[in-house]
């Protein structure tokens, strides 16, 4: 099965992912916008195209199907590529943990955005500094904690007792808090999510994937960006 | 088979969403904290009960299971009740329409706390103004133009041909900004949604349950809030 990942260019963003998941399943997809250029994505979301219409990227074209929604997309791919156990309840469970990892990510956007996307981050900046004071202070021990826990229910080493897309979406978190957030991620006492986010970077296919140029360095135009002024 | 919801007393917040579900279906539930009060909702937070871990309310306790996530709730109990077509298709669409309104929601919860959870609404209201300024104008016409053009590809009368969880979901949106932006609303070109939110308002079950005690009024401690001076 070959799948056509549509999202943005110049950024990792949410369709990192939806990346993470098919690089370490080894599926085989095209990054169809780094291939023709953004303006791809443009017929999907002004609807001149069959299957459900995205309301944003990332989407994903597998068949005729069209796909969009981070969380929905790794719930579609999960099972397919062993990528979450068997049984409803496992299922229900990896899901809400994304939804989480979704939640979550949506924050992380606020930090810089709190006003308006439509603005530049300069013109927000003071906006900012509140939102990012608070988000390290409040949410960043909330929601690691809540997944710290988790793990730590899991037996340890996966909130599922297995490897899974979940797995692959904490990785991410953590790597982006690394970047954005430095100084208020070493102060977290998470040392299963380290380990966690360690061995997942370890996993073969998911190594050879960061040392290679698919993995687009972190930068000020993705959803975790690091503006020293809001990690202080 | 009888389902137990865990939500805050006294507001709608995201618990509605599973409530207008549970009543559609006509299903046996008990809504917990409004029993035995919000400390039930407690032990299952830090993780004193068995099952996934939820990261907040709503959650639902169905036999063993605790399903948490609004689209994940609802995603279990559709097929069970009739309320999402079948074929995996149109389930997909559903659950990505459905991510679609959590996102609106969370940005619908911005507005009045752009800044901080743990700060009240006349502390940020600043921030507030500039934020459901925002929303006004570019985040309404944007997530309600989706749903109309989701609905229009639908054949106009439900955006997945058939009656659905997301139908519910898309009425309490209508409802919530008809209480909290009715300014910002009148000015909204979507004649689909407004139609549906109306059938969905004279579904037996549904009229039946508006005119309940069982639903609390829209207030300003719920997500949809009205505050006169962030819809001017």
């Known amino acids: 099965m070959s799948y056509q990942l549509y999202y943005w260019t110049g950024l990792q963003g949410r369709g990192e992912f939806v990346r ?9 997809y095209a990054d169809v916008a780094r ?7 443009m017929p999907f979301l002004s609807g001149d195209r069959e299957g459900a219409l995205p309301f944003a ?27 979450v156990p068997e049984g409803e309840s496992k299922r229900l469970h990896a899901h809400q943990l994304e939804l989480t990892v979704t939640d979550f990510v949506a924050e992380v956007h606020d930090t810089h955005h709190p006003v308006s ?4 981050y300069e013109d927000q900046r003071d906006e900012a500094k509140k939102r990012a004071k608070d988000f390290r202070e409040h949410r960043i021990p909330k929601f690691l904690g809540y997944f710290e826990k988790s793990l730590e229910r899991g037996g340890g080493r996966f909130p599922l007792r297995e ?22 991620l070493a102060k977290q006492k998470v040392p299963l999510l380290r380990d966690l986010a360690k061995r997942v970077a ?15 360095p972190f930068n000020t135009n993705g959803i975790f960006r690091h ?6």
């Open 20 to 28: 993470l998941c098919l690089e370490d399943a080894g599926a085989e």
């Open 117 to 120: 996307n439509e603005l530049y």
């Open 57 to 83: 990227p990332p989407f994903l074209k597998s068949g005729r199907l069209v796909i969009a929604q981070v969380a929905n997309i790794l719930q579609y791919l999960g099972p397919r590529h062993g990528l």
């Open 202 to 216: 370890d996993r073969p296919n998911i190594a050879a994937y960061l040392a290679s140029e698919r993995r687009v």
């Open 35 to 41: 291939i023709e250029g953004d303006d791809a994505i």
């Open 227 to 232: 503006y020293p002024e809001l990690d202080d």
């Open 163 to 184: 490897h899974s897309y979940v797995d692959l979406s904490l990785f991410q978190i953590m790597a982006g808090l690394e970047y954005a957030f430095p100084k208020a």
